[in-house]
């Protein structure tokens, strides 16, 4: 498999839940409303024989003439958008979905961003999603999956492909779910926002902003544990030193 980042840049949130870059070495995070935390936002493509995934879309922001910054992010690294088959999202948070359609501006009208793509995502969360609304999900970004041919609404756990597993984890938001990758010798994890930096996989660390905090440091350690035992390829969508990890690399 080939796995690419996809950073879309550094930024702070805080409880407002507004991304606002951050330009290392220029800016101060105590400039910042207090209680500010710093992350990247990284989407990633995995490359395997039968498919190009996208893992997550980003936040979908454009340049001045439209074009989604995922979409010059994917040509810088020799892909076409049109190339993407699946798009497996862990969860429909504003940071991470934000790059599921985008604006036709010459016909105002949206479409989705990965044309060829099947999308992926839990039903309850899809649900959950207009229920709960903004300031976390943003409804009228996500609205073009409803009765749409190109989503495919999961339950629970089980497998696309004979790859590709998920499951429910449901510890950031009630029900994210997270993927594990298995093509021959090699197994990619990606647990969008319960494990997305790596220094919180190395410690008993409880986020205050996780839908059950306990239960996503637990769900960490044990996804390390077996991670290491198994030589997991870890990917982090927050991290901004590390993307990606094998715990192998710690031996």
């Not at 190009?52 to 076409?80: E, K, M, P, R, S």
């Amino acid at each position: 498999m080939k796995i690419i980042p996809l950073s879309e840049g550094t930024f702070t949130i805080d409880q407002t839940k507004r991304f606002v870059p951050f330009r290392q070495g220029r800016d101060k995070i105590d400039e910042r409303s207090k209680g500010s935390l710093l992350v990247e936002v990284q989407p990633f493509v995995v490359i395997t024989q039968k498919d190009v995934l996208l893992l997550d879309t980003g936040l979908g922001f454009t340049d001045a003439y439209g074009t989604l910054q995922i979409y010059q992010n994917l040509v810088d690294n020799g892909i076409n958008p049109l190339d993407v088959t699946k798009v497996l999202l862990t969860h429909l948070h504003k940071d991470h979905a934000g790059g599921i359609a985008v604006e036709d501006k010459i016909i105002n009208q949206q479409h989705l961003s990965f044309q060829n793509a099947v999308y992926y995502v839990q039903k309850q969360e899809f649900d959950y999603a207009f229920k709960k609304g903004f300031p976390s999900y943003i409804t009228e970004e996500i609205e073009i999956l409803k009765n749409n041919d190109k989503l495919i609404l999961l339950d629970g756990e089980g497998m696309i492909d004979g790859y590709i597993h998920y499951t429910i984890s449901g510890a950031h938001c009630p029900y994210h779910q997270v993927y594990r990758i298995k093509e021959g010798n090699e197994t990619v994890f990606f647990g969008g926002d319960e494990a997305p930096q790596l220094h919180q996989m190395k410690s008993r660390f409880v986020a205050k902003y996780d839908y059950n905090g306990k239960k996503a440091m637990e769900l960490r350690q044990q996804w390390w544990e077996q991670g290491s035992k198994e030589n997991w390829t870890f990917l982090f969508y927050h991290d901004i030193q590390t993307p990606l990890f094998s715990p192998a690399m710690d031996k």
